[in-house]
């Protein structure tokens, strides 16, 4: 078939050539902007979109009020927060900051599309959403960030210094902004979180702490976390924005949280010997102060949270953590009660009795070699229970040796 013949019959068919006839494709659809409960703010780079919410300060979140936070020592935030600018700031200057993203794992490449932003200002509490209604509108919403942050003294977040502050700073210096939101000091929950509760709940996570610590319980309008990024990449694809109003509940719900939580947190360190604080309390401030090379400190909550009750794997760390503080001290007499009550609660561990028998073998004051051979043969019967390995090898040789030369100047 020649190609006149072909072209023909294709004519006869239908088919035409060229663009002629062909339909234009259909626009794709946009977001449902007027969905979305806020209203367009005018920044020096165009519009964005935000979500403003306000809460007077004797609003509850949970079993607290947000007003509680202007009551707490900005010298502990300083401290939690290793900026010593806070230390005489007003705390009411705080900016609470939480953003969520179209990835979890952060990049160059992962937008924040919802910035949120919570400030107190006069009485009252107000939460600005500011929510990226298309990529092209990012410059105008870092423009708005920007200027809700101006005067502030610092940030509150919940895992900010990994996550949202090195995120959002890469968002400005991507769109040639100068801004330098890393060098706000930064309180950031999740450290003293962990000080506080890490092993004691599931998980530090700040949904955790909010039912376990705060008293709180989300609605069902709440979303979890990792669906956000795909919700607000359906967001782009079709404009339904009913996903994005749970998005928008769940940013509010954070930092509404990171309010009292802070609260919570500020009380906490600042006091760690009140009548309120639990055992548990106590040993984990203990062991903050401890750390943190400040004995007197450390040695008052440790007393108290002996004082109280703590559950058993608690009080093995209670005492082992407060012994070894007093053996650093060279108050190794004080030290031996722990290791004693430390050897009641922990029979197959063979640790509190060989400090026990180190000390009466070689305190001036306490000699007693019957003593040390008894706590020695204890040792020895505890790693009896132990699985065979190199760790009980050496130590079943070290605690031979002691007894062998216990018993060496026993005979002498």
Excluded at 240 to 250: C, F, G, K, T
Aim: proline residues 5%; glycine residues 8%; hydrophobic residues 40%.
């Amino acid at each position: 078939m020649s190609t006149g013949d072909l072209r023909e019959r294709l004519r006869r068919l239908g088919v035409k050539q060229g663009r002629d006839g062909l339909k234009p494709r259909p626009p794709q659809p946009r977001p449902a902007r007027h969905d979305l409960p806020g209203h367009e703010v005018e920044t020096t780079l165009g519009p964005c979109f935000v979500v403003e919410k306000t809460y007077p300060l004797d609003h509850q979140h949970g079993t607290r009020a947000l007003a509680e936070l202007l009551e707490c020592d900005s010298g502990t935030a300083a401290r939690l927060s290793k900026r010593k600018e806070l230390h005489d700031a007003d705390l009411s200057g705080l900016a609470f900051f939480d953003i969520e993203t179209t990835g979890l794992a952060g990049g160059a490449g992962t937008l924040a599309f919802l910035i949120g932003v919570g400030l107190i200002q006069a009485d009252q509490f107000i939460l600005r959403q500011y929510f990226l209604r298309e990529p092209k509108e990012e410059k105008a919403m870092l423009a708005g960030v920007a200027d809700s942050l101006v005067g502030r003294v610092g940030l509150v977040t919940y895992n900010g210094r990994s996550f949202d502050v090195p995120i959002v700073q890469s968002r400005f210096t991507l769109n040639r902004r100068r801004f330098d939101l890393a060098s706000f000091p930064n309180l950031d929950l999740l450290h003293p979180a962990r000080r506080l509760w890490r092993g004691r709940y599931e998980n530090c996570s700040l949904g955790t702490l909010e039912g376990a610590v705060l008293g709180l319980a989300r609605t069902e309008d709440d979303v979890p976390g990792a669906l956000i990024p795909q919700m607000y990449v359906n967001y782009l694809h079709t404009g339904d924005a009913s996903e994005m109003l749970r998005v928008i509940y769940h940013n509010a719900e954070d930092i509404l949280s990171m309010v009292t939580l802070a609260t919570h947190i500020l009380e906490t360190f600042a006091d760690p010997l009140n009548k309120r604080r639990s055992g548990e309390d106590c040993l984990r401030l203990a062991m903050w102060h401890d750390d943190a090379g400040e004995s007197k400190q450390a040695e008052a909550a440790y007393r108290a949270a002996l004082d109280r009750p703590l559950p058993d794997a608690q009080a093995l760390v209670a005492y082992e953590r407060f012994a070894t503080f007093l053996k650093r001290a060279d108050r190794r007499a004080e030290a031996t009660a722990l290791w004693q009550s430390w050897a009641e609660l922990a029979p197959d561990d063979p640790t509190p009795c060989i400090e026990l028998a180190k000390y009466y073998e070689w305190d001036a004051e306490a000699r007693d070699m019957a003593q040390a051979k008894e706590w020695a043969s204890r040792a020895l019967l505890c790693l009896s229970h132990w699985r065979k390995g190199w760790q009980r090898d050496e130590a079943w040789k070290e605690v031979k040796h002691r007894l062998e030369r216990l018993g060496r100047k026993m005979d002498s």
